[in-house]
T-cell receptor, first 114, second 112 residues
Framework: AQSVSQHNHHVILSEAASLELGCNYS??????LFWYVQYPGQHLQLLLK??????LVKGIKGFEAEFIKSKFSFNLRKPSVQWSDTAEYFCAVTGNNAGNMLTFGGGTRLMVKP | KAGVTQTPRYLIKTRGQQVTLSCSPISGHRSVSWYQQTPGQGLQFLFE???????NKGNFPGRFSGRQFSNSRSEMNVSTLELGDSALYLC???????????FGPGTRLLVL
C-alpha cells in the first residue's frame, strides 16, 4: 500500500528565511508526485508536480522540489519565504497503476513571521 | 475556465440521516475523485469515477457511495450518518486518469 510521510508538522520561519519541507513515500512502482498548498480559508491548490524527466521541478510562487528516487523523497524548497506563504502544505503520491487515487501526507503547517 | 464547484458549501445533519453532495468538474474533465479531510485522519481518498464508472475505492464503509453522470458531474452519498462523518469533503477533477487533479472548495459537513 502507498504511504506518504511528512516529517515536520509545524514550521515557523521569519520572512526571507529558506524553506525545506521533507516528504518521503512508500510505493513499489512508478509514481507521480505532487505538492499541494492550502492557504487559510482557501481550497487546495497545486504547487508543482513530477511525472517524469528532470527530477528538479519548478512550480508556482518560486517553489521547487527535487525527486530523489533512491531516497524515495520529494522535498519542497523555497530560497526565501514571504509572509504570504503561510499555509498548510501537502505532499501526495499516486502510482501509475492507481488511477487518480492520491495518497496524502499528514501536511505541514508553515507560519511565516513578518 | 471555471474551476471545480461543489454544492452545498456547508451542511448540518443529525445522526442517522443521509446526505448527498454534488460536484461539477472543470469543463472537459472526465475524471472525478472524492476525498475526506479531517483533523485527525488528514486527507483520505474515497473513490474515483471516470466515464460514469467507479475506477477506484478507498477504505471507507459501504455507507459511502457515489455516482457520475454522463455530463461528468458527480454526487456522493453518505447514509446513516455518524458523528465521525463530520469533515470537509473535497472533490477533484482531471481530464483523464493519472493526470493532475484540481480541487474544489469542499463541502463542510457537520453531524450532530
Amino acid at each position: 500500500a502507498q504511504s506518504v510521510s511528512q516529517h515536520n508538522h509545524h514550521v515557523i520561519l521569519s520572512e526571507a528565511a529558506s524553506l525545506e519541507l521533507g516528504c518521503n513515500y512508500s510505493y513499489g512502482g512508478t509514481v507521480n508526485l505532487f505538492w499541494y498548498v492550502q492557504y487559510p480559508g482557501q481550497h487546495l491548490q497545486l504547487l508543482l508536480k513530477y511525472f517524469s524527466g528532470d527530477p528538479l521541478v519548478k512550480g508556482i510562487k518560486g517553489f521547487e522540489a527535487e525527486f530523489i528516487k533512491s531516497k524515495f523523497s520529494f522535498n519542497l524548497r523555497k530560497p526565501s519565504v514571504q509572509w504570504s506563504d503561510t499555509a498548510e502544505y501537502f505532499c501526495a503520491v499516486t502510482g501509475n497503476n492507481a488511477g487518480n487515487m492520491l495518497t496524502f501526507g499528514g501536511g505541514t503547517r508553515l507560519m511565516v513571521k513578518p | 475556465k471555471a474551476g471545480v464547484t461543489q454544492t452545498p458549501r456547508y451542511l448540518i445533519k443529525t445522526r442517522g440521516q443521509q446526505v448527498t453532495l454534488s460536484c461539477s468538474p472543470i469543463s472537459g474533465h472526465r475524471s472525478v475523485s472524492w476525498y475526506q479531510q479531517t483533523p485527525g485522519q488528514g486527507l483520505q481518498f474515497l473513490f474515483e469515477y471516470f466515464s460514469e464508472t467507479q475506477r477506484n475505492k478507498g477504505n471507507f464503509p459501504g455507507r459511502f457511495s457515489g455516482r457520475q453522470f454522463s455530463n461528468s458531474r458527480s454526487e456522493m452519498n453518505v447514509s446513516t450518518l455518524e458523528l465521525g462523518d463530520s469533515a470537509l469533503y473535497l472533490c477533484a477533477s482531471s481530464y483523464r486518469q493519472a493526470e493532475t487533479q484540481y480541487f474544489g472548495p469542499g463541502t463542510r459537513l457537520l453531524v450532530l
